[in-house]
Nanobody, 129 residues
Framework: QVQLVESGGGLVQAGGSLRLSCAAS?????????????MGWFRQAPGKEREFVAG???????YYGDSVKGRFTISRDNAENTVYLEMNSLKPEDTAVYYC??????????????????WGQGTQVTVSS
């Protein structure tokens, strides 16, 4: 029953920045909110497979995909059940639909889509040259 809604996507020039937000609501079958789970960001460009971008544990430790290390920062506000993705030094190859997702297994670190059971609808990020 957990629902995720992304926002903040748009068109930006190469080298610019965007901040994405993901608002979570509802509870799992174990009556926990999204604040108890690893949250992740994934992205998918047309014709390409879904790619892991960033993940964050409940207490705030983070991990990133190689393509965005040093440029993107994931954070969360557990009180508001919201996760953020700050994207800096954007490149045209960052263009994709960005999805937030919640782990199936609570505070479990993973980069694999199969380990995330709840997904948002996605928000489009387009980076122009």
């Amino acid at each position: 029953q957990v629902q995720l809604v992304e926002s903040g996507g748009g068109l930006v020039q190469a080298g610019g920045s965007l901040r994405l937000s993901c608002a979570a609501s509802g509870r799992t079958a174990s009556a926990r909110t999204a604040s108890s789970y690893v949250m992740g960001w994934f992205r998918q460009a047309p014709g390409k497979e879904r790619e892991f971008v960033a993940g964050i544990r409940w207490h705030g430790s983070t991990y990133y995909g190689d393509s965005v290390k040093g440029r993107f920062t994931i954070s969360r506000d557990n009180a508001e059940n919201t996760v953020y993705l700050e994207m800096n030094s954007l490149k045209p190859e960052d263009t994709a639909v960005y999805y937030c997702a919640m782990s199936r297994y609570g505070d479990y670190v993973s980069q694999w889509s199969r380990d995330f059971g709840s997904w948002g609808q996605g928000t489009q990020v387009t980076v122009s040259s």
